[in-house]
């Protein structure tokens, strides 16, 4: 298909429902007009695309504000993230914080090189913090220009905020050498975030979170220390939110996690965005029946490197292993859409999940793969 068919295409397909509308019809049982779809954290690969310079998406509030009206009027689909994401916690603690000339930033020295320092996660508040009030402050200053939006809320997982405090060849050796001290700082690590889940909630009324996790991954933590040093502080993170809210997060892990998807339903998660490397099939047989699955069409290979039709193949791959899970099942990338990703790739995205899986209904494969079945 060429961009030109694509976009002809495109403008013929007429949503009957908002996202809003079709998860909730989706989860009654009810039969939908396409498949709950979403392309995962794609606010800046798409402003990029659209023609916004990325420096003046992180630092210009009527350029970002621009850009999710855009996204809202398009798919529907934007909200104004309250979100740290991997850095912002070991950041707003003391992490040095460095900012390239394209407003993105990173972390350069750790400030947790001594377990003598835990003291500064012991006395954390957001209502003292000054990187915290000035996140608040910026979202609330964004929900003037964008009343219609929500919020949502977002954060990294226990093990994946401890490496923006202290570096990550410190913590795996902590796990052997000085264990005591690392559970001690998982432990704060949750308080901290639930202090940060509770502002946004009781300040914002956010209720909706997300988690990331990369380093919970198996691929760098195995079973063993999964299990001794991440799954607790999941379940207590998890439980909390789930407690402050009302509202249960999602989580999303970056590489394999099969090994230990039986350990995140245990630990209370009942959506779990999967990673494109893994097999779909596998999970539906090893917790389809206690947690709802999204992903996981590849954001590189994919996304970014394919073709409109590579795009669209993948979203049909996607919705065979994915669409009956007995929980539910939302169409998504197996990770974050990166910048550089073609808008056609992303407009493909959207056009195979609204015609592949047209009348979509919780636990079936969708009307609209009966034709290519």
């Not at 460095?98 to 003291?119: A, M, Q």
Request: glycine share 8%; net charge negative.
């Amino acid at each position: 298909m060429t961009k030109e068919e694509l976009y002809r295409e495109l403008v013929k397909q007429k949503m009957e429902m908002t996202p809003g509308e079709r998860m909730k019809a989706y989860m009654a049982g009810e039969e939908v007009d396409c498949i709950p779809h979403r392309l995962l954290s794609a606010d800046d690969a798409l402003g990029v695309a659209w023609g916004y310079s990325k420096h003046d998406l992180y630092n210009n509030l009527d350029v970002r504000a621009a850009q999710l009206r855009k996204k809202q009027e398009l798919y529907g689909d934007a909200s104004i993230p309250f979100k740290l994401g991997l850095r912002g916690m070991g950041i707003a603690l003391g992490s040095e914080e460095i900012v390239s000339d394209r407003g993105e930033n990173d972390i350069g020295r750790r400030f947790l090189d001594t377990y003598d320092k835990l003291y500064i996660l012991e006395e954390f508040e957001v209502e003292s913090n000054p990187w915290m009030q000035k996140k608040i402050e910026t979202v609330r200053e964004m929900k003037q220009r964008l009343p219609e939006l929500k919020y949502s809320g977002g954060m990294a997982g226990p093990i994946t905020t401890a490496i923006a405090m202290r570096p990550i060849e410190y913590v795996l050796r902590d796990m052997r050498k000085a264990p005591k001290e690392l559970h001690r700082l998982l432990e704060l690590i949750v308080v901290c975030n639930l202090k940060y889940v509770r502002a946004g909630y009781e300040k914002l009324g956010i209720t909706s979170w997300s988690i990331s996790d990369p380093v919970t991954t198996t691929d760098i933590l195995g079973v063993r220390y999964f299990r001794e040093f991440s799954s607790p502080y999941l379940k207590k993170l998890h439980d909390g939110i789930v407690y402050i809210t009302g509202s249960e997060p999602t989580i999303h892990i970056c590489g394999h996690s099969k090994l230990i998807w039986e350990d995140l339903a245990d630990c209370g998660f009942t959506m779990l965005s999967v990673d494109n490397c893994e097999n779909m099939l596998d999970f539906q047989r090893i917790v389809g029946d206690r947690m709802f699955l999204t992903g996981n069409v590849p954001p590189v290979d994919v996304m970014r490197n394919g073709t409109i039709d590579d795009v669209i193949e993948a979203v049909k791959g996607s919705l065979r292993t994915g669409a009956e899970n007995p929980k539910g099942f939302m169409l998504n990338t197996g990770c974050q859409v990166s910048m550089g990703v073609p808008l056609e790739n992303m407009d493909a995205f959207f056009y195979a999940a609204r015609k592949y899986g047209a009348g979509a209904q919780i636990g079936q494969m969708p009307k609209g793969m009966s034709a290519i079945l």
